[in-house]
């Protein structure tokens, strides 16, 4: 079988077929991780990203209960380590609406027997001092975690190739068409045959042309980050620190990402001023000694985004031999071992997961 998109989720959906003793191919116009997971803080936050939306929560919590062992395999079968902690998501409140708003999601979270704690002015100055301290209160939830992202794809990659999968950098796919008899994938000036197709190309998934049906309307939405070196002797933040403006991860080696804009501007991967500014802004009032870090790189990244915010994951009506999985915006890191698991138990085992009918691909043009 043929897997189109080598970023986290294509690697990860290689992976698991290939672990799971499939013979795999995977082609990419990049080299694997060049495109949003490049640029990816890789927060693992679900209880947070959902915003309320059942089937994007539902999702995002299975998919953290197999970051584990997603991530232990990974690293035992390919033999790299991957930077992965859980130290929880601290958001901050820096005014009485935004605390009444954590305290409504701290309800909403206490009901689902999710572990928070509410933390006071008091309280919060002394679990991270490097809040602000103009911070009225916190939400502490120590379930969520980060994963470093590029290490991550390198041992997905590494564990695929020693279950045998192969990878083609470098090769754009221009059209798949499906047959009674299997796949042809027209990339650059050469034809590759398959039973079936996984086409996970991200951003650049609705650029794919599939004779008989149509892809998702997978739209880019640019995201930048800031990657910081923080100050000698000042406190590195603990926790994932979550404001209004910005979000911020540590590293073990005293550096700290900072993200993220959420810029529709097409295809267009550079860099700007404007995100720096706004970025550093945001952090500084959030972290104070952030306006004595230096930056140490811009990182910029496509998102794959959908008109309703939920991944395309399942097989095309049209298009049986056609499995899509696309359009995780920014919950691409945080969904890839669900959805390499839901592709991989769809292909192999036959086995449809009735999460399937939530992010059905055919949402988007009525097909049955």
Sequence with gaps: MLVIGAGVVGAAIAEEL???????????MRAPGRGASQASA????????????????????????????????????????????????????????????????KRHLDAAAIETRWLDRAALAAFEPAVTRAAIGALFTPIHAFVGVADLVTALVTSARFAGASFENAVEVVEIDPGPDGVVVRAGSREHHADVVVLAAGSWTSRVRIKGAAPPPVRPVRGQLLHLQWPAQALLPQPIVWGSSCYTVPWSDGTLLVGATVEEVGFDEHSTVEAVRDLSAAVSALLPEAARASIEAVKVGLRPALPDRLPAIGRLARAPSVMMAAGHFRNGVLLAPITAKLVADAILDNVVDPILAATSPDRFDGAA
Excluded: C, K
């Design 18 to 28: 290939a672990v799971r003793g499939a013979r795999v191919s995977v082609i990419d």
């Design 42 to 105: 890789g927060i693992l936050a679900p209880f947070i990203e959902s915003h309320g939306e059942a089937a994007m929560l539902e999702l995002g919590r299975r998919s953290l209960a197999l970051y584990d062992a997603f991530v232990e395999r990974a690293s035992r079968e390919s033999g790299r380590r991957v930077e992965y902690a859980r130290p929880g998501t601290l958001q901050v409140a820096m005014n009485e609406t935004e605390a009444a708003e954590l305290e409504i999601a």
